[in-house]
């Protein structure tokens, strides 16, 4: 059974940063989709960053230029360096792991809040 549980979050203030890591079990991050997305109160949960097979990152257009997505395979995680970061990011961040059969995982989810 796939589980993952992200770490990481935390307050900061506006223009500071943060590293979000997500440990994977039961899947391996190197032969799945695996993303970041996040869900502030009362919106949908939306698409962060995104690495796939071959390390093709994909990123909302809101978090480029500021945050990066990475891999690493010999830990089975992924990380999200968040650096400019805005009040507008408070939210949970899920990690998630999509298989080749288009099964979506999703973690607990870590919460980050940006002050003023």
């Known amino acids: 059974q796939v589980q993952l549980v992200e770490s990481g979050g935390g307050l900061v203030q506006a223009g500071g940063s943060l590293r979000l890591s997500c440990a994977a079990s039961g899947g391996a991050v190197s032969a799945n989709v695996m993303g970041w997305y996040r869900q502030a109160p009362g919106k949908q949960r939306e698409l962060v960053a995104q690495i796939a097979r071959g390390d093709t990152r994909n990123y909302a257009d809101f978090v480029k230029g500021r945050f990066i997505i990475s891999r690493d395979n010999a830990k089975n995680m992924i990380g999200l360096q968040m650096d400019s970061l805005k009040p507008e990011d408070t939210a949970v961040y899920y990690c998630?792991?999509?298989?080749?059969?288009?099964?979506?995982?999703w973690g607990q989810g870590t919460q980050v809040t940006v002050s003023s």
């Open positions: 998630s792991l999509t298989t080749f059969w288009g099964n979506n995982y």
